[in-house]
């Protein structure tokens, strides 16, 4: 046990097209900004291709709306990259960007998407990212501001990116149950009637599904990094010398 006081931890999560971030991650974001800490949404895209009548600028004006109203709900600020849905790119400026934000923002911990995901812009996200925490912590990366490490990265669930994740980790978000459905209302896809599939009941059933997994009323699942839950122990816990 260490008794070095550590700073207040903050999160960011960075979705790859607005409402990724509110579906797979807005209840982990309320229970943490509940408890007195920042959060930062980054929406890699606006995701405003998908919208069967309205032409995509339209559609982004909306989008923009709904991420600015699920930050105030979930007690965040949302910054979008200026990025075409379904064309992220991944390269070293986009990486540089992120590393920018991280270095800017500084979160203790960043929540994203898995790899094993359907959809391209998640997979990209997932590499930007995967390299923008390394680039935001490595000396050697010059930037305006200076190195920032971040502590812990984790996968929240996502229908789209369920190829090989699994669940690590239940967090108890029962408490902000109703406000995390308010931020699914915030996204007309969410509500229903763009998408053929159904998010919010889907998203509002898994909080029922993970919370009888993790013994909560509600409950959100996350990925550890691969290796992360590696332990070094002297002992196994409970059979440490001297333990009653
Ligand atoms: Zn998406």
Not at 117 to 144: C, G, M, N, W
Not at 179 to 206: K, P
């Amino acid at each position: 046990m260490t008794n070095v006081v550590q700073p207040a931890g903050s999160i960011m999560v960075i979705g790859a097209h607005a409402g990724d971030a509110e579906n797979m991650a807005a209840a982990a974001v309320l229970k943490h900004t509940r408890a007195g800490h920042a959060a930062t949404i980054v929406h890699m895209t606006l995701g405003e291709a998908g919208h069967p009548t309205l032409a995509p600028e339209v559609y982004a004006e909306q989008r923009k709306r709904e991420v600015e109203e699920s930050a105030r709900l979930m007690g965040g600020q949302a910054i979008w990259l200026p990025y075409r849905d379904g064309e992220l790119p991944v390269n070293d400026e986009i990486k540089l960007q992120v590393c920018d934000l991280i270095r800017q923002e500084k979160p203790s911990t960043i929540l994203t998407h898995w790899r094993g995901s359907i959809h391209k812009d998640h997979v990209a996200t997932h590499e930007i990212v995967r390299d923008a925490i390394f680039y935001a912590a490595l000396p050697a990366i010059q930037r305006e501001r200076p190195v920032h490490r971040v502590r812990s990265v984790y996968f929240p669930e996502n229908w789209e990116d369920m190829d090989g994740w699994r669940a690590d980790v239940y967090l108890d978000v029962s408490d902000v149950w109703e406000d995390y459905v308010s931020v699914l209302r915030s996204h007309e896809f969410i509500r229903g009637g763009i998408s053929s599939f159904r998010y919010f009941d889907y998203y509002t059933a898994l909080g029922t599904t993970r919370g009888c997994l993790g013994g909560f009323e509600k409950a959100t699942a996350l990925m550890l990094q691969p290796g992360a839950w590696v332990r070094k122990l002297r002992h196994l816990p409970g059979l440490e010398p001297g333990h009653a």
